[in-house]
């Protein structure tokens, strides 16, 4: 049972001492409360002493109640932990990343420098309600960024994430016991833009167009994977016994520096090859050793995507006669899908192909193109009505 106890301080001299000037004090003017006769005290889970004076004894015994109550549960929050500055949080956050690839830490210490500490760093942790941030998020989505543009949805939305982060930090830390930033609206993702569904002749042609790099782009085209992971493919991990492709690593561009670390959300997986052109690639891999990059720019190494876009993928587009469908390598992860979704693949097979972290993100994004089976419902009522109806409408035979 946890230790709280109650002292009656009116025999204390610190308590008298500042009773009697209290009352002094009262006669000059003063409108302060007089000091708390009646002190809690109890020891918090580091073992260290806390105490909170109260005016009478009621309150006292009502606090003493509530404190019991927290310590038993494993609810307590040192009520001074609260008082931390969220920057100090904010720091202990984004030191505690371990799991995270450099590129998204670097993005997560921008967004705090540029519009978490600006706006909270100098608020104590547990002052922030929840109408404050949903005041912040307002502003966001109103007033225009660093840059001088407005922010986009998906930046207001990661914005907010490193701030949840910081907050949940806060609660994991004891410093309060449940996080503001929780349950907001926020503005709806602009993902990349509108979304491209190339059919089997268009994303040929574009193949085509590309030259060189056909092969590159019907990868892209058909298993849906992101840019830094397609051109981070070895050798090696091309398995075309299995018409598999294994994507466990991804370049990230940092301060124009190409970097290889893990693949996003850590989903390493297999992706399928079609049977038609996979063993198109096996004269890629004819020679060279297992860690070998599969696809490389003309010069040798790996591909940049400025390089790439300019040089040949928007010439291939042009030549395709794609211009205007605003088709670019990312979105050509929509086609993977689309095609996929077309072909019967359900939703696990999907995200699994793409790398997303939940079978729900693959619904929030490409639920839309599974084929609606409302139709399939009412056929199948209508045979079991037809079935009912007949029975009903058969005629009883006398008994013999």
Known sequence: MARVWIEDRENHADYQGSLEKWKIDKKAGSKRRPPGRWRVRWY??????????????????????ALTGRLDKGSYRDPQSSKAAVRVVAEEWHGS??????????????????????????????????????QWVNELCSQP???????????????????????????????????????HDLPRSDDDGEHVYLSH?????????????????LVLGYTGIRWGEAIAIKVGRLQLDDRRIRIVQAFSDIDGLLELGPVKNHEKRSVPLPRSFAAELAPLAHGRGREDLLFTAPEGGPMRY???????????????????FGVTPHKLRHTAASLAIRAGADVKVVQTMLGHKSAAMTLDVYGHLWPDRLDEVADALDIGRAAALETLRAPVLPDS
């Open 44 to 65: 918090g889970p580091d073992g260290k002493g806390k105490a909170k004076t109260f005016a009478t004894l009621p309150r006292a015994e009502a606090e003493q109640q």
């Open 97 to 134: 990343l371990r799991k995270q690839g450099r590129r998204t830490k670097d993005d997560y210490r921008e967004l705090l420098d540029l519009y978490v500490i600006p706006k909270w760093g100098d608020w104590q942790v547990g002052s922030v309600q929840w109408a404050d941030v949903s």
């Open 145 to 183: 960024g660093k840059a001088g543009r407005p922010l986009s949805p998906s930046r207001i939305a990661k914005t907010y994430y490193v701030l949840s982060g910081v907050m949940k930090h806060a609660v994991r830390t004891h410093r309060i016991s449940a996080s503001p930033v929780n349950n």
């Open 201 to 217: 002749e268009q994303l040929e042609q574009l193949a085509e167009a590309a030259g060189r790099y056909r092969t590159f782009v």
């Open 306 to 324: 400025p390089n790439f876009r300019r040089r040949d993928f928007d010439k291939a587009v042009a030549a395709a006669g794609l211009a205007d």
